[in-house]
């Protein structure tokens, strides 16, 4: 065992070990516990243990169990009403959050509507806002308000021990949006602990604001939050002795962070890490491990993608230099122009990415991989073309002047820098006078600033928040999206196709078209998923459900052996 894990275990873990905890092992820290504010992996592994959703799914993702709700509703139990626009959730009577103060039918309506109102870049608002209010967002392109509380309470209500939820227009996988996310919180916890207090006047001061849930948390699910410490990432969460289902198989699960691969692999091997996070640069490593269990070729709903910022922030931004087509930097509409878009993305080596992945990886042709959707990526490397498009770029001043720019990814992603050094090695071939560097941050540190603009460059990976495509076509193309809003990109066909359709064929296939025409961002690879957990520590019936869907086990499933 190598110091650095001794020092984890001394400094960090002994503690916890003791009484069967189940150790979890992720690459960078939860950035909130907030179930209305989660919009990273690492936050979502640790809040859904928390928290609960209206229902759970099944067998198979169109099938849907009671959780929160006491019964599924449907046009046969009379729950949903005959022109598919009324859902009706009968709640719980016997559910009590985790400070023991019982679950009510206004604590589930005011965490919807408090989910709603929360709405930010990447936060999963948008999953209700659009079937409920017919919106992407709570805010105008000007960042104004453009709805008002009325339409919230409109759309969901508390009707005795029922919550009723009205749609904007019928949408036949409302039930999979109910199933893929937790959300319902206790409505005096959370105003105690500096959020909305649930008032009809007080919900735009609190719009997106922080409280006191991103550290401390208080709801119903398996496990309770024993501590939380956001400087090291570093979860304990207690088996719930008063859930309502049958007790938790764990009895504690503890959650850490190591930005390392090779330390993380380390723990597994030596069983001081139960599960753990990798990239797919680990699998062979992995797979020469004798106590270590790997569940391979599990469906993928992630694209790991670099987009371009088409409005940067340049002002006393180092990441944008001079701020002008000097040679020294990058002026704020940079990437307004698609020849310098298009240049770029001729300019990656994406066959060395993939090797350099650990195999499996392949190329998305389009953000809305499907079955029967196109196979040939727009774009490949292809030196002739990337020095075609850059030398048309900003009227041949960017050749001629060259540019000084920054991307910027994730510690701990090694994949998206690897992709973001190809991308520099590329263009430097190019012209000598194209610089561009790569920095890293923590995650949630990047997350963050998003909204800040003065990322020219930011590689992340975007992942479906339900089963079906629609999440994420609007998470990659909707200007309302959270990769759109976050760059600065708009197609008003994106829009209307996206704003209209809920799926269709035709719409899908011109989606590929203008995705392809557009180049905002550059698709690098998606890959089978994979688990890799300590042998034993838990069986393919806990590769299901909501968890799944981030690949991830169902922590109120495994145990430790």
Same mark, same amino acid.
């Given at each position: 065992?190598?110091?650095? @894990?001794?020092?984890?275990?001394?400094?960090?873990?002994?503690?916890?070990?003791?009484?069967?905890?189940?150790?979890?092992?992720?690459?960078?820290?939860?950035?909130?516990?907030?179930?209305?504010?989660?919009?990273?992996?690492?936050?979502?592994?640790?809040?859904?243990?928390?928290?609960?959703?209206?229902?759970?799914?099944?067998?198979?993702?169109?099938?849907?169990?009671?959780?929160?709700?006491?019964?599924?509703?449907?046009?046969?139990?009379?729950?949903?009403?005959?022109?598919?626009?009324?859902?009706?959730?009968?709640?719980?009577?016997?559910?009590?959050?985790?400070?023991?103060?019982?679950?009510? +039918?206004?604590?589930?309506?005011? %965490?919807?509507?408090?989910?709603?109102?929360? =709405?930010?870049?990447?936060?999963?608002?948008?999953?209700?806002?659009?079937? $409920?209010?017919?919106?992407?967002?709570?805010?105008? /392109?000007?960042?104004?308000?453009?709805?008002?509380?009325?339409?919230?309470?409109? +759309?969901?209500?508390?009707?005795?021990? !029922?919550?009723?939820?009205?749609?904007?227009?019928?949408?036949?996988?409302?039930?999979? @949006?109910?199933? !893929?996310?937790?959300?319902?919180?206790?409505?005096?916890?959370? #105003?105690?602990? *500096?959020?909305?207090?649930? +008032?009809? =006047?007080?919900?735009?001061?609190?719009?997106?604001?922080? %409280?006191?849930?991103?550290?401390?948390?208080?709801?119903? *699910?398996?496990?309770?939050?024993?501590?939380?410490?956001?400087?090291?990432?570093? #979860?304990?969460?207690?088996?719930?002795?008063?859930?309502?289902?049958?007790?938790?198989?764990?009895?504690?699960?503890?959650?850490?962070?190591?930005?390392?691969?090779?330390?993380?692999?380390?723990?597994?091997?030596?069983?001081?890490?139960?599960?753990?996070?990798? !990239?797919?640069?680990?699998?062979?490593?992995?797979?020469?491990?004798?106590?270590?269990?790997?569940?391979?070729?599990?469906?993928?709903?992630?694209?790991?993608?670099?987009?371009?910022?088409? #409005?940067?922030?340049?002002?006393?931004?180092?990441?944008? *230099?001079?701020?002008?087509?000097?040679?020294?930097?990058?002026?704020?509409?940079?990437?307004?122009?698609?020849?310098?878009?298009?240049?770029?993305?001729?300019?990656?080596?994406?066959?060395?990415?993939?090797?350099?992945?650990?195999?499996?990886?392949?190329?998305? #042709?389009?953000?809305?991989?499907?079955?029967?959707?196109?196979?040939?990526?727009?774009?490949?490397?292809?030196?002739?073309?990337?020095?075609?498009?850059?030398?048309?770029?900003?009227?041949?001043? $960017?050749?001629?002047?060259?540019?000084?720019?920054?991307?910027?990814?994730?510690?701990?992603?090694?994949?998206?820098?690897? &992709?973001?050094?190809?991308?520099?090695?590329?263009?430097?071939?190019?012209?000598?006078?194209?610089?561009?560097?790569?920095?890293?941050?923590?995650?949630?540190?990047?997350?963050?600033? $998003? /909204?800040?603009?003065?990322?020219?460059?930011?590689?992340?990976?975007?992942?479906?928040?339900?089963?079906?495509?629609?999440?994420?076509?609007?998470?990659?193309?909707? %200007?309302?999206?959270?990769?759109?809003?976050?760059?600065?990109?708009?197609?008003?066909?994106?829009?209307?196709?996206?704003?209209?359709?809920?799926?269709?064929?035709?719409?899908?296939?011109?989606? =590929?078209?203008?995705?392809?025409?557009?180049?905002?961002?550059? $698709?690098?690879?998606?890959? =089978?998923?994979?688990?890799?957990?300590?042998?034993? &520590?838990?069986?393919?019936?806990?590769?299901?459900?909501?968890? +799944?869907?981030?690949?991830?086990?169902?922590?109120?499933?495994?145990?430790?052996?």
């Amino acid at each position: 065992m190598t110091a650095k @894990i001794a020092f984890l275990l001394a400094s960090f873990c002994a503690p916890a070990w003791a009484g069967g905890a189940f150790v979890t092992v992720l690459p960078d820290k939860p950035s909130t516990l907030d179930p209305a504010a989660v919009c990273d992996h690492y936050s979502l592994a640790v809040a859904f243990n928390i928290y609960e959703p209206l229902l759970f799914f099944g067998d198979t993702y169109s099938d849907f169990k009671p959780a929160i709700s006491s019964e599924t509703p449907s046009r046969e139990n009379g729950l949903v009403s005959p022109d598919g626009l009324v859902y009706t959730f009968p709640i719980r009577k016997d559910v009590k959050f985790h400070d023991g103060t019982p679950l009510t +039918a206004e604590d589930v309506r005011y %965490s919807l509507v408090r989910l709603m109102m929360m =709405d930010a870049p990447g936060r999963p608002a948008a999953l209700f806002l659009r079937p $409920l209010l017919g919106v992407g967002s709570i805010r105008g /392109p000007d960042g104004g308000f453009r709805v008002k509380y009325e339409d919230f309470a409109k +759309a969901v209500r508390a009707d005795g021990s !029922s919550v009723v939820i009205t749609l904007k227009k019928p949408y036949s996988r409302f039930l999979e @949006i109910a199933a !893929s996310w937790p959300f319902v919180m206790s409505k005096s916890w959370t #105003a105690a602990h *500096g959020g909305w207090d649930g +008032a009809p =006047d007080t919900w735009q001061k609190h719009a997106s604001a922080p %409280s006191g849930a991103e550290t401390e948390a208080n709801g119903t *699910g398996p496990f309770r939050l024993e501590n939380f410490t956001s400087a090291t990432g570093r #979860a304990v969460l207690a088996r719930n002795g008063n859930y309502w289902r049958a007790p938790a198989r764990a009895n504690r699960l503890v959650f850490l962070t190591e930005p390392s691969e090779n330390t993380r692999q380390a723990m597994l091997e030596a069983g001081d890490a139960d599960f753990a996070d990798f !990239s797919r640069a680990s699998l062979p490593h992995l797979r020469g491990m004798k106590t270590v269990t790997i569940t391979e070729g599990l469906p993928n709903r992630s694209v790991k993608f670099a987009a371009f910022n088409f #409005a940067i922030a340049v002002a006393s931004n180092p990441m944008a *230099g001079s701020g002008l087509l000097d040679g020294k930097g990058v002026p704020p509409d940079f990437f307004a122009d698609e020849n310098a878009r298009k240049g770029f993305a001729f300019a990656l080596d994406y066959g060395k990415l993939l090797d350099m992945s650990g195999g499996g990886a392949i190329r998305p #042709a389009t953000p809305l991989r499907r079955p029967g959707g196109p196979e040939s990526p727009p774009y490949s490397l292809n030196p002739e073309k990337a020095a075609r498009h850059l030398k048309k770029a900003h009227g041949g001043r $960017l050749w001629k002047n060259g540019f000084y720019i920054e991307a910027v990814c994730g510690d701990g992603d090694y994949e998206s820098r690897a &992709a973001m050094e190809l991308l520099a090695c590329g263009l430097k071939k190019l012209n000598p006078n194209f610089r561009l560097r790569v920095k890293t941050m923590p995650l949630p540190e990047l997350l963050n600033r $998003l /909204p800040e603009s003065r990322f020219p460059i930011f590689a992340l990976k975007a992942e479906s928040d339900t089963p079906g495509f629609y999440g994420l076509a609007f998470t990659m193309l909707h %200007s309302e999206g959270a990769v759109p809003y976050a760059q600065h990109y708009r197609n008003p066909q994106a829009d209307k196709y996206l704003d209209g359709a809920f799926g269709g064929a035709i719409a899908l296939e011109k989606l =590929d078209r203008i995705y392809a025409q557009d180049a905002p961002y550059m $698709l690098l690879f998606t890959t =089978d998923a994979f688990v890799a957990r300590r042998e034993g &520590a838990f069986g393919p019936d806990a590769l299901t459900g909501v968890f +799944a869907l981030h690949n991830y086990p169902d922590y109120y499933k495994v145990e430790k052996r």
